[in-house]
């Protein structure tokens, strides 16, 4: 069924990156733009990578994090529903989260029409062609085995090791997260493509890249990257008058491809 109201995107926060200080600045930030938000929002979505690492043990919490967990909480009991779509650097993230915030968690990309609009909504990792190193290693990490084999691990051992790969990581892939491939390369982009051919999809949005981007897709539709708040601080908003992607507290979000729809 179409819903009208106005709809906010978010994604790719990293919180625990690249040290303690500058995640609690990102999450203060995080927090006020959500505190202001709240006073106009008929849904939320969160597009993955919150956390850059999260395990979630049967008994133990990561420390850190409670003043996003509290704001998003307090959303929630207002009655304001929140998605939250599973990332690749919190994929580990099970039942304590949709239960202590009351959050619909998707773990693939779903389709939703809003505002007359038909979107396709996800995180964004693991789709679309190549890449088949990482696509193994996440049918790995999502594997019970392994989840219960790092569950094993005392926390302050396993914590460590997986913020150390989670670190690594993120630095071998930043140098290609800030640079535009071009409209026949974006990964992203093909993808959608593939799905705009034979289905009906006004917005493709999704986060992961790091890099706001807009795409007018040959096959019809617009792909939609909302980027990131550790560069960008950028979020995407859905009314009636359309999509929208903004810099929270930024100059004008200036997509990588140069111009909306390029």
């Known amino acids: 069924m179409a819903t009208k109201g106005k709809y906010y995107f978010a994604?790719?926060?990293?919180?625990?990156?690249?040290?303690?200080?500058?995640?609690?600045?990102?999450?203060?930030?995080?927090?006020?733009?959500?505190?202001?938000?709240?006073k106009d929002v008929?849904?939320?979505?969160?597009?993955?990578?919150?956390?850059?690492?999260?395990?979630?043990?049967?008994?133990?919490?990561?420390?850190?994090?409670?003043?996003?967990?509290?704001k998003l909480a307090e959303i929630s009991d207002s009655g304001i529903p929140i998605h939250w779509f599973i990332g690749n650097h919190d994929m580990w993230i099970f039942d304590y989260i949709p239960q202590e915030l009351n959050v619909t968690m998707h773990r693939h990309p779903i389709r939703r029409e809003l505002n007359g609009k038909k979107l396709c909504i996800?995180?964004?990792?693991?789709?679309?062609?190549?890449?088949?190193?990482?696509?193994?290693?996440?049918?790995?990490?999502?594997?019970?085995?392994?989840?219960?084999?790092f569950a094993r691990l005392h926390p302050n051992f396993g914590v460590g090791l997986a913020d150390y790969f989670s670190s690594s990581s993120r630095k071998t892939s930043q140098e290609s997260d800030r640079k535009f491939l071009g409209k026949k390369n974006e990964w992203l982009a093909i993808y959608c493509e593939e799905i705009a051919a034979n289905e009906d999809v006004d917005y493709f949005v999704f986060g992961h890249r790091h890099l706001p981007?807009?795409?007018?897709l040959d096959n019809g539709g617009e792909y939609i990257n909302i980027g990131d708040w550790i560069t960008n601080f950028s979020y995407g908003v859905l009314d009636e008058s359309g999509f929208e992607v903004k810099g929270y507290g930024t100059n004008p979000i200036v997509y990588s491809n140069t111009s909306p729809g390029q």
């Open 11 to 38: 994604s790719d926060f990293h919180l625990g990156a690249p040290d303690k200080e500058s995640s609690f600045a990102r999450e203060k930030r995080i927090v006020a733009w959500l505190d202001e938000i709240k």
């Open 122 to 149: 996800g995180h964004g990792d693991g789709l679309g062609p190549g890449d088949h190193g990482y696509k193994f290693i996440k049918k790995v990490f999502r594997a019970r085995f392994s989840q219960w084999l």
């Open 213 to 216: 981007m807009r795409l007018n």
């Open 42 to 70: 008929t849904e939320l979505f969160i597009l993955g990578d919150v956390f850059d690492f999260w395990f979630e043990y049967k008994t133990v919490v990561p420390r850190g994090y409670v003043r996003l967990m509290g």
